[in-house]
């Protein structure tokens, strides 16, 4: 179990949701597989991003799209070199002004558990929870 891997994905989440993209960058490895929920929902072509700048641009497209946005953890397993982490999406369209209130999950895995090692890999995110479970090798 890594507590190291935990506190990154903590790190990095709390830099997204305040928009601080340097932050958010230190949590991920330069290259990282980025695979969000959102641009699916959001009817982006792209739903696989690459490296810091594919994380960058799949983020511009979010703040484009969308007013706010704000991941609320409620739940954060610790796999090893995998987090996975349950809670819920609260966004609004900018221009709809749609709102989306949804439960959401987010599985990242790093190289290992120490250091830089526990930047993420890759992650991915769901608006599905067993889709999540299933990803992360875990049944409920």
């Known amino acids: ?10 790190r990095g989440l709390d830099a997204y949701n305040r928009r601080d993209i340097d932050a958010l960058m230190e949590t991920l490895d330069p ?6 929920a959102l641009a699916v929902l959001l009817g982006g072509e792209r739903t ?4 810091h700048q594919g994380v960058r ?3 511009q497209e979010e703040d484009e799209a969308l007013a706010m ?4 953890l409620s739940e954060i397993r610790d796999l090893g070199n995998k987090v996975l982490a349950i809670g819920r999406i609260y966004a609004r369209g900018k221009e709809s002004g749609v ?5 959401f999950c987010a599985l990242t895995e790093s190289r290992g558990t120490k250091g830089k090692d526990t930047r993420a890999i890759s992650l991915r995110t769901y608006f599905d929870l067993e889709k999540a479970l299933e990803a992360a ?3 409920e």
Do not use: C
């Open 137 to 139: 090798g875990l049944r």
């Open 99 to 103: 709102e989306i209130d949804s439960a």
């Open 31 to 36: 290259d990282v597989e980025w695979h969000p």
């Open 1 to 10: 179990m890594s507590q190291e891997n935990v506190e990154t994905f903590k």
């Open 48 to 51: 696989v991003f690459r490296g």
């Open 57 to 59: 641009e799949s983020i």
């Open 69 to 72: 946005y704000q991941f609320e």
